[in-house]
């Protein structure tokens, strides 16, 4: 025992001397991967870069996305344009890359010129504008309606259960948990809980199916009364989704292969639309705090 003990505090040691010695402190759920792609965008402060990669092993098939890096400084002297490797850690519920190494350059690809015309039903929703209503499918196979939350304010998000980054749509599932169990315990939100409506939609319906959402939403420990998960036909999802900014794009030789982004919305009981987060960057406290 002891000498264990003290085996973990010279590993800790160690860990806190040199950065290149990491690997080999690894934590037991740490899983590296391997990453190699090309920069499209670089955030200014150097958190975060936008990657178009090639297949991550045992991972994810290409596509493209966010990652964080685990030091600002790994993305120092890069630019859109550089090929890199790097190398993927997830760490229980987290994911950022570390060892980024420029392997080359190339040049950028134009971006597809398609724009969705003003007519196509897909345009965005602004703030104050109401919420079209859409028929989808809830966790017991019931066929829902969008309209059927009014009176209360829902909280709407979009995911799939298959998702494999911890960052992405398993966060959107552990910030709404966190938010149903506040919703629960604080006595100032008590009244509020009644009247609000946590929403999870799936832009998975192949593998999403109402049996799996239910299986997904006792795993979550989701309460019915306060948690609804929808699934629909696929187009019906993709252009309710879009009306919020989602994208959503698969692979033609595996539908379930998706590449996507995130977006919460918060829709009054009038069923206007009051707010929406991008991305990854809100917590469960802001989100409360916006409901109130
Ligand atoms: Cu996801």
């Known amino acids: 025992m002891r000498s264990h003990f003290v085996f973990c505090v010279f590993v800790a040691a160690l860990c806190a001397t040199s950065a290149t010695s990491a690997a080999s402190c690894a934590r037991p759920d740490e899983r590296h991967l391997v990453l190699q792609g090309q920069i499209l965008s670089i955030t ?13 092993q045992g991972l994810m098939p290409a596509m493209t996305m ?20 790097a190398r993927l ?3 229980s519920n987290d994911a950022y890359l ?13 971006p ?12 965005l929703i602004s703030p104050g504008q109401r919420v079209p209503d859409v028929t989808l499918v809830d966790q017991d196979g019931r066929k829902r309606e969008f309209d059927s939350f009014r009176g209360r304010a829902v909280v709407l ?25 506040k919703l629960k315990e604080d006595p100032s939100l008590a009244a509020a809980q009644k009247g609000v409506q946590l929403v999870s ?10 049996p799996v959402l239910k299986q997904h939403a006792a795993t979550l420990g989701a309460d ?19 009306r919020f900014g989602v994208s959503v794009a698969r692979l033609t030789t595996d539908a379930r292969d998706i590449t996507h982004n995130l977006r919460t919305a918060i829709i009054d009981p009038a069923g206007r639309l009051v707010k929406v987060y991008t991305g990854n960057e809100w917590t469960p406290d802001q989100l409360l705090a916006d409901l109130k």
């Not at 975060?48 to 990669?53: C, G, L, V, W, Y």
Request: charged share 25%; with cysteine.
């Open 98 to 110: 570390d060892q980024v190494l420029k392997t080359g350059q190339a040049p950028l690809e134009a």
């Open 44 to 56: 200014p402060n150097h958190h975060e870069a936008t990657i178009k990669h090639e297949d991550i």
């Open 66 to 85: 966010p990652y964080r890096v685990r030091d600002p400084k790994l993305l120092d002297g890069l630019a859109s344009g550089d090929l890199i490797k």
């Open 89 to 91: 850690v997830l760490v």
């Open 112 to 123: 597809p010129a398609e724009t969705p015309s003003a007519s196509s039903g897909f345009e």
């Open 224 to 242: 019915p009364k306060t948690w609804t998960f929808l699934t629909g036909d696929r187009d019906e999802v993709d252009k309710f989704a879009a």
């Open 201 to 210: 939609v799936s832009f998975d319906p192949l593998t999403d199916t109402p």
């Open 157 to 181: 998000t979009f995911i799939y259960t298959r998702c494999p980054m911890p960052t992405f749509c398993p966060l959107m599932d552990r910030n709404f948990a966190a938010v149903q169990k």
